[in-house]
């Protein structure tokens, strides 16, 4: 395969390749995974006990320190710290799939310098195995988060089955970005840093810490255009309220997911001749 040559950039040719490559992408998929952990002492369980500090941390000094509130209580009883950790853990879930999704994506290409130059190797896939990566450390803490909801709250509920369907269009997104970020990260090198501080920006600038309507009216907008902030709302309605998601506005989303994943796909298959020069 010549490095430089011009490749396909088509919805159809993306389809393709992700299906024709499935087998690759699953077993990369798993050494991403069990390779991040290797070595450790306590492997996988850092899967677990990683986004459980984090949790701890934020629920004492949110619930605790500065007093905040969700409004949100269990039936029969009243808000305490357990039931603002549940709803504080449900925006953390969300963030932190769509964060690592973008963390990674900079460096991608640039850590795998020899899939580049001395192999054929479908470039394209390595932000889809990152993808299913940052998905299976979300179904960990989804995991925790169903047995932290099943001992403090109640019964769970059949709408948390509609779950995937409110993250799927938030990880298209994700996925068209990547591809974008991925192919940039070869070319700025400044890239991965930039993308560190906006997703932490991010992650303030949604309502993860706090619910939106405490906000004053002017600031709701500039929360609402954090492209995290509807998923959020809506994984939090179908999880916790027992509420059905806003079909109307998951389907608006799915359609510039869409465009987005396509856009950045063809990004990538239009810039990958150059990699191999400048790496």
């Not at 050494?31 to 006990?49: A, D, K, N, P, T």
């Not at 896939?125 to 803490?141: D, E, K, N, Q, T």
């Not at 509920?157 to 369907?165: A, D, E, S, T, V």
């Amino acid at each position: 395969m010549n490095p430089h040559a011009a490749q396909p950039t088509s919805l159809l040719a993306f389809v393709h390749s992700l299906w024709s490559h499935r087998l690759l992408i699953r077993q990369m998929t798993r050494r991403e995974v069990i390779g991040r952990y290797q070595g450790s002492f306590l492997g996988l369980g850092w899967s677990f006990l990683n986004p459980l500090l984090m949790l701890c941390v934020y629920t004492f000094v949110f619930s605790v320190v500065f007093k905040a509130r969700w409004g949100v209580a269990p039936q029969g009883g009243e808000e305490n710290e357990f039931m603002f950790a549940i709803v504080l853990f449900v925006g953390m879930i969300v963030h932190t799939l769509f964060a690592e999704i973008l963390n990674r994506a900079p460096g991608l290409i640039v850590s795998n310098v020899n899939y580049v130059k001395k192999v054929v190797f479908p470039l394209e896939i390595l932000p889809v195995v990152s993808v299913g990566a940052a998905l299976f450390h979300a179904l960990v803490s989804l995991g925790v988060w169903l047995l932290a909801y099943e001992l403090f709250v109640g019964t769970l509920h059949w709408q948390m089955l509609l779950f995937p369907i409110v993250v799927l269009p938030l990880v298209m997104l994700a996925l068209g970005i990547a591809w974008f970020l991925a192919s940039l990260g070869v070319f700025l090198r400044d890239v991965g840093q930039t993308v560190a501080i906006l997703t932490t920006v991010m992650m303030f600038l949604a309502p993860v810490f706090f619910p939106v309507d405490n906000l004053p009216e002017e600031f709701r907008p500039l929360i609402m255009a954090n492209p995290i902030t509807f998923i959020i709302e809506q994984a939090r309605g179908v999880l916790i309220r027992g509420q059905l998601p806003d079909f109307v506005g998951l389907f608006w989303y799915f359609a510039a997911a869409s465009i987005v994943m396509w856009a950045g796909f063809a990004w990538f298959q239009k810039t990958r001749k150059g990699f191999s020069d400048v790496l």
